[in-house]
């Protein structure tokens, strides 16, 4: 097993322990946020859109301020919301209708996720550098939204 993959291992594993006896899905969200920003290198955002009605709204996050609402279709949060699947951006500048919150944005990752079978949002992880994220890191982003959905789904079957 590569370093990379035992790193990626101890991040899940301190996420699920921090998520553990939460079902807060806002608590959850903003210690996922956090952690991410804090333990991967080179990211300049990380955060949350929900889906509110038929629109994204920003949820929790780490980085600089960001736009507040993104329609279905719209940017690469939209995208992936459309698609429901997750969308990697090597270069922001070379994607179609990509919405400009950071300008040191210059590659994104969006992993969209759903709740008890309904998509409920996307998570989005921005970085300063050109072409950072690829099949490594969508693995553990998707297994990151994975443990944040079934925190999500102890709370909605809890009586
Ligand atoms: N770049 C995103 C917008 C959200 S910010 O990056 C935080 C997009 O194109 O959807």
Redesign the pocket.
């Known amino acids: 097993m590569s370093l990379a993959a035992l790193a990626d291992g101890d991040l899940l594993a301190e996420l699920r322990a921090l998520l553990a006896g939460e079902p807060d899905p806002i608590a959850n969200a903003a210690n996922i946020s956090a952690m991410i920003f804090d333990r991967l290198p080179r990211l300049n955002?990380v955060?949350f859109y929900f889906l509110r009605g038929d629109v994204l709204v920003l949820g929790p996050?780490q980085g600089q301020p960001?736009?507040t609402r993104?329609k279905l279709g719209?940017?690469?949060?939209?995208a992936a919301a459309e698609r429901n699947e997750t969308i990697l951006v090597p270069d922001?500048h070379a994607f179609e209708g990509?919405?400009?919150?950071?300008s040191a944005?210059l590659s994104?990752i969006?992993v969209p996720f759903s709740v008890a079978g309904q998509f409920s949002g996307v998570l989005?992880v921005?970085s300063p550098v050109p072409n950072r994220f690829g099949v490594a890191e969508q693995t553990l982003l998707e297994a990151v939204t994975a443990l944040y959905v079934e925190a999500c789904e102890a709370n909605t079957t809890t009586d």
Do not use: P, R, T
Request: aromatic fraction near 10%.
């Open positions: 955002w955060g996050f960001a736009c993104i719209q940017g690469v949060c939209g922001v990509h919405i400009v919150c950071d944005s994104e969006v989005d921005d």
